[in-house]
């Protein structure tokens, strides 16, 4: 049996208990306040122990002077519940952490911190793991960008990043599965006492979560400039003036993001927003439903006449109703 370097000196103390009162044991443990304060509630340390247990059992006595020092009060809760600080009001979310300054957030975009990751000492699957558990993820930031005369065919463009995993996370509880369709200012540093750092307009790409907990693990970033490709998600609006939606029909999804060219100088947007007013049962949602914002159109690489967004299925409404009911005369 193994026993901590506590339990060890219990049994020393155990040992020397038969021949030393309980009251000197606990007095050269505690000091005589302590004392006190045990012998009024011993069994908040374990269950079910009393003042007069350790009073008559040395050995025990021994044991709590070993186990349970009293440096500090116990904590007393206050009778009003409502001075405690409740969890729920905190904001799960620091709205201040990633916004980015004003130029940026007019552009609507965020920023990310990484730094350089050695590629001998932090390469390779032991050593990544290695960072994971540190709470680091490892990933590459690759890519042409020509604003900064970097061609993706040189070997100095790829480079081994490794991103705080706070970092990520943040980004991931408030854009969920839309991650990867942002675009970040990510500023690497080449180690952690570097201040300045060097700014990389990218977009996250490859995001490997873990198969049980669906922690991000491994997140490559690509460099973006105006005009590059990149994939928007499409959300529903005015799903109430359906009448297929409003009888419980919904869009059963064939493609959740589409490839848009941002123009330069134009703010890039979180979504695109895909028209449901007057979806009947068994439409099929194409391109003409998408409502694009000024400077921003498909990608030429999309098919307009056969992308698809999905098909709408569920019970009929009120107007395909009257259409295909029987005429009657009178």
């Known amino acids: 049996v193994v026993f901590s370097m506590a339990q060890r000196l219990t049994w020393r103390q155990i040992g020397a208990a038969s021949t030393t009162g309980t009251s000197s044991i606990l007095c050269r443990a505690f000091g005589s306040s302590n004392v006190s304060m045990l012998s009024l509630d011993p069994s908040r340390f374990v269950s079910g122990v009393t003042a007069e247990d350790l009073e008559k059992n040395p050995a025990m006595a021994a044991y709590f002077a070993a186990n349970f020092p009293l440096d500090e009060p116990p904590r007393v809760v206050p009778h009003d519940i409502s001075e405690l600080e409740d969890d729920r009001t905190k904001p799960k979310l ?34 990544c793991n290695r960072l994971r558990y540190q709470r680091i993820i490892p990933g590459l930031l690759y890519g042409s960008d020509r604003t900064q005369n970097i061609l993706s065919i040189s070997p100095e463009s790829k480079v081994f990043v490794k991103t705080p995993w706070n970092e990520i996370q943040r980004e991931l509880k408030r854009y969920h599965r839309s991650f990867e369709g942002r675009v970040y200012d990510l500023t690497l540093f080449e180690n952690e006492e570097d201040t ?91 391109m ?43």
Do not use: W
Not at 101 to 123: G, P, S
Not at 201 to 217: C, E, F, I, L, S
Not at 238 to 265: D, H
Not at 295 to 300: D, H, L, M, N, Y
């Open 288 to 330: 003409d439903r998408i409502i694009f914002p000024d400077g921003v159109k498909a990608s030429t690489n999309v098919n307009k006449d056969t992308f698809l967004v999905g098909t709408v299925f569920g019970k009929k409404g009120s107007d395909e109703d009257e259409e295909t009911a029987t005429p009657t005369t009178a």
């Open 94 to 127: 620091d709205e201040g952490a990633g916004a980015g300054d004003v130029a940026q957030q007019a552009m609507n975009i965020r920023t990310l911190k990484a730094y350089h990751r050695c590629a001998l000492t932090e390469n390779g699957t032991i050593a």
């Open 196 to 286: 300045e750092g060097t700014v990389h307009r990218v977009m996250p790409r490859d995001v490997q979560r873990h198969p049980t907990d669906n922690k991000a693990y491994c997140v490559n970033y690509l460099r973006y400039f105006p005009g590059k490709p990149i994939h928007l998600p499409i959300v529903y609006i005015n799903e109430e003036e359906s009448s297929a939606m409003k009888r419980g029909g919904f869009i059963a999804p064939i493609s959740r993001t589409l490839e848009c060219i941002v123009e330069e100088g134009v703010p890039i947007p979180e979504h695109l927003e895909l028209e449901c007013a007057g979806a009947r049962f068994k439409e099929v949602m194409r």
